[in-house]
Structures are given as C-alpha cells and as structure tokens.
C-alpha cells in the first residue's frame, strides 16, 4: 500500500505507543495468527523497537577479498523509519554489527531485526540503535557468509508456526513480550485496534486503583 513519508512516520510513532500483546490480539481478532516470532528473538539493543521492514537475505557461500559488495548495496537502500530484517542460513555467525548500524542510523532507519547473529553490543547500546537478535557471536560474516537478496519476502523462526513471512513494507514491533508483525494490508486497521484496546486497559487500570475489584473491571469493560 502507498503512503506518504508523512503517513508512515505518523504510523510508526502510533505502533510505538502500543504493546505487542495488544497487536496481536488485534490480529487474532481479524484472522490473521501465527505473526508472532520465536522468543528466540532478544532485545540486546533498546527495549523497543518499532519500524516498517526493510528485507535482507543472505546465505552460507566461502568467498575470498575483505568485503560483501552485496551487503553494502543492500544496507545503503534504506530509508527513513524503516528496520532492516535479516535473514539467512549462516549459524554461529554475525550478520550485523555496529559500522552497518551506523551507516543504516545515518540514512534514518530505526532499527534492526535479526534472524541471525550480531555483534559489538556494547556500541550498539552506547549508540541507542535498537536491536533484537537471535543470538551473539564474535565471527564475522566476511568470507563466510553474504547477503543474496533484498526486499523480497524472507522467513523468520515463528512463535506458534514454524516460519512467519515477512515482506518489505510489513510493520515489524517489538517490545519486552516479544516481536510481531503486521501485514502491510492491514497495518492502519490493526493499529487502531490495538489503539482502542490500549486504551480500553488504560480505563481498567484506573478502576482498579479506584478500588474496583476485578471482576466488577472485566463486567464492565470485558477481557482484553
């Protein structure tokens, strides 16, 4: 779907307002399960992180020279408010680290999501770059491993399926619960769901300061 740079970055500061648990609830409600990804996805970088993606793909293939052409072309396409999402085959090693969040930070993206391994944390906590990853590791990808495609549709570990597509344009948020993820289609519907569904608790803890009991919350408000 279209939308202006205006459209997407009010969109984005919206999802960033919201939890995960009531976006997923929002997409249970329509039909649309199995968007979660595999707690295997850690926060190691922020405790937040919200943004439209932006695909990578990359795979297992020894090669020789100091550096991934590919990776780079890929890494300069992104764009304001966008998180790169990685993914590929390269177990044990880094795909992301802190010169790529850099260069990614300095074109305006917010963020990365990672099906892989990443390195230099520290720097990327002291730059607030937020990342979620599935693991950490100190070998690099140079000669190992190199991105193969880019804004095309790529799978990552799911929560309650074994894989979850995500397509460039998708909105991915993430959070302390975990990472879930909004088909571009419905992301505008989704969101003002969770929106009324977090405010709905808003009321509730309210009331429950008041002194309501509750049972007397859930009569009047419902489950949420």
Request: net charge negative; hydrophobic share 40%; proline share 3%.
């Amino acid at each position: 779907m279209m939308r202006t740079n205006e459209q997407r970055q009010d969109i984005r500061e919206r999802f960033l307002r919201v939890d995960t648990a009531n976006v997923a609830d929002a997409l249970d409600e329509l039909g649309i399960v199995d968007q979660g990804l595999s707690a295997q996805f850690t926060p190691f970088s922020g405790s937040r992180l919200g943004g439209w993606a932006y695909t990578i793909a990359g795979q297992t293939q020894p090669y020789e020279g100091t550096g991934d052409a590919s990776k780079m072309e890929a890494c300069a396409g992104i764009s304001e408010g966008e998180i790169s999402v990685w993914s590929g085959d390269g177990q044990g090693i880094c795909y992301f680290g802190e010169l790529i969040a850099l260069g990614m930070k300095e074109r305006g993206s917010a963020g990365a999501l990672v099906g892989g391994g990443i390195r230099d944390i520290r720097w990327l906590q002291e730059h607030e770059f937020p990342v979620f990853a599935q693991y950490r590791t100190p070998v690099q990808s140079i000669g190992r491993w190199r991105v193969t495609s880019w804004q095309q549709p790529v799978s990552l570990p799911g929560a309650t399926s074994r894989w979850v597509t995500v397509a460039h344009g998708d909105f991915v948020l993430a959070d302390e619960d975990g990472v879930i993820v909004v088909p571009d289609a419905v992301v505008e519907r989704i969101l003002e769901r969770a929106e009324a569904l977090t405010a709905t608790e808003v009321e509730i803890r309210k009331a429950l300061r008041l002194g309501k009991s509750l049972a007397e919350c859930l009569a009047n408000f419902g489950h949420v």
